[in-house]
């Protein structure tokens, strides 16, 4: 897995003389980010976890800080000097605009004193869940704020939201673990829904392998991000099986031997890729509990030199395989109780960008895909989300124009491109049984890029 980023200028920061030198002539300093290491604790400090009256989760959370070895405080004395590894208020029982006040009282002191890669989190109810108009807007304002707090965050930390409905609070560990820790290392900025799942998703047994004795199936897993969550979803326990195409077949077997999984050899967009995927997954597993839709391609071109065949065989792979794949998984019993299908869109689907028309086309149609098919999902018990990663060092980022690739490294909150490992451990979170109340959602993994922010 690439656990080290390629940025030149982030090397020359954390270099003495470098350091000294951008110091000198004031120039920004991308913070080194903490990242999850199988074994390390949830957090590395103390929580500092507050909540507006009426709140519904701070008890939730301090279970869930206590149980990760971490210490909780309620009630910050005047003299503590500590560095907050995180700081939570729950606001889910705001219902006015004049209680909205207790965010900067609660949390702009404790924001000062949050550490290296700490965590803000602000806990809300969905405002599309209430019927007054004035919590409906307070709660709204949650997104605002956060968003804000987000892009003044320091070294490495991050601010998130997470909407939580009525009566989804016992659902809400494997999300609550997954924000709080080095796991969420570029996600920032970010709402999330949770919904009250039916039925409410059994304790996870074991933290450190929350997928085990899971089958994932990961497309496009020969090199880059495929590989990078193929591996994370081996460390997390499951078996993966790891699909690309015959021409990628060195690669491919290489990523499945390292990790134990299995290599299936396939293109997508043949017309018999999806019979032949399921029909693996049944002789060979049983059938499977995740698929990953990652593999996709690339072919830029301005739109005056974009032409049919282009457009159409990057459709081919970006969409309308996993359209198909999908299709199938529905009408067919390969998938088992509580799947989890995620697939991967880009921050390109959400802003656009200039030379990609067929590609943001293709991701922003996964987009769409997913909020359809998550109902015909949650009818089997499952559930569908997409990812969409902002700038990500891997080899199709290195082979940009050097001007290019600066800027799309610098326009985000925290200064530095995404590791494919930041992209694998969010696939990771949604993938997890307990993670059933997220779905139909499509989740930034960019640092809080500005791109279509
Ligand atoms: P990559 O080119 O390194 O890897 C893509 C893999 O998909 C390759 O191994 C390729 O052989 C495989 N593949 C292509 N066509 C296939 C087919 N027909 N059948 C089976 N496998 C096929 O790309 P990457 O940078 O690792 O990107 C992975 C995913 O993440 C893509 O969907 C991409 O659009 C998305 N993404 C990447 C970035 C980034 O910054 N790198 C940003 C946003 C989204």
């Not at 809400?172 to 998703?201: H, M, N, W």
């Not at 399921?278 to 499977?288: I, Y």
């Not at 895909?369 to 902002?390: D, K, Q, Y």
């Amino acid at each position: 897995m690439q656990a080290r980023s390629a940025d030149w200028y982030q090397g020359l920061v954390h270099n003495p003389i470098g350091g000294r030198l951008t110091r000198t002539l004031g120039l920004p300093a991308p913070a080194l980010l903490r990242r999850y290491r199988v074994g390390q604790p949830l957090l590395e400090g103390p929580a500092l976890v507050g909540s507006a009256p009426g709140g519904r989760m701070q008890d939730v959370v301090v279970r869930i800080v206590n149980q990760g070895a971490g210490e909780v405080v309620t009630e910050p004395s005047e003299s503590d000097r500590s560095r907050w590894a995180a700081v939570v208020f729950d606001a889910t029982g705001i219902g006015e605009v004049g209680s909205l006040v207790q965010l900067p009282q609660f949390v702009g002191p404790a924001f000062r004193r949050l550490g290296r890669s700490g965590r803000l989190l602000v806990l809300g109810t969905p405002p599309e869940s209430l019927d007054d108009p004035e919590a409906a807007a307070a709660q709204r304002a949650l997104d605002g704020f956060v968003r804000s707090a987000a892009k003044e965050a320091r070294g490495g930390a991050t601010a998130n939201l997470l909407y939580v409905a009525q009566g989804a609070e016992a659902g809400a560990e494997s999300t609550l673990r997954f924000l709080l820790s080095a796991r969420s290392a570029y996600v920032s900025g970010q709402p999330i829904r949770l919904k009250a799942g039916d039925p409410t998703p059994a304790p996870t047994p074991n933290w450190e392998e929350p997928l085990a004795e899971r089958v994932a199936v990961v497309t496009g897993a020969a090199r880059g991000i495929g590989a990078a969550i193929a591996e994370v979803l081996a460390r997390d326990g499951a078996h993966v099986v790891c699909v690309d195409v015959p021409a990628a077949g060195a690669g491919l077997a290489e990523v499945a031997n390292r990790l134990g999984g299995t290599a299936f050899q396939l293109d997508i967009t043949a017309p018999d890729a999806p019979a032949r995927l399921l029909d693996h997954l049944r002789q060979r597993h049983g059938g499977a509990h995740v698929v990953v839709h990652n593999a996709g391609i690339t072919r830029d071109k301005t739109l005056a030199n974009m032409t049919p065949d282009l457009w159409s065989s990057l459709m081919a792979v970006n969409l309308e395989a996993q359209l198909r794949i999908n299709r199938a998984l529905l009408e067919d019993d390969a998938l088992h109780d509580a799947a989890r299908v995620i697939c991967v869109s880009s921050t390109s689907g959400i802003a656009g960008n200039r030379g990609q028309t067929n590609y943001a086309a293709s991701k922003a149609g996964i987009i769409g895909m997913v909020e359809a098919l998550a109902p015909s999902f949650a009818l089997r018990g499952a559930t569908i989300n997409a990812v969409a990663p902002g700038f990500i060092e891997t080899e199709m980022t290195a082979a940009m124009p050097f001007a290019v690739r600066e800027m799309g490294r610098r326009v985000n909150s925290m200064g530095q491109g995404g590791l494919p490992v930041d992209v694998a451990e969010t696939v990771a979170w949604l993938a997890q049984p307990g993670t059933a109340g997220v779905t139909g959602q499509t989740l930034r993994v960019c640092g809080q890029s500005l791109v279509g922010a």
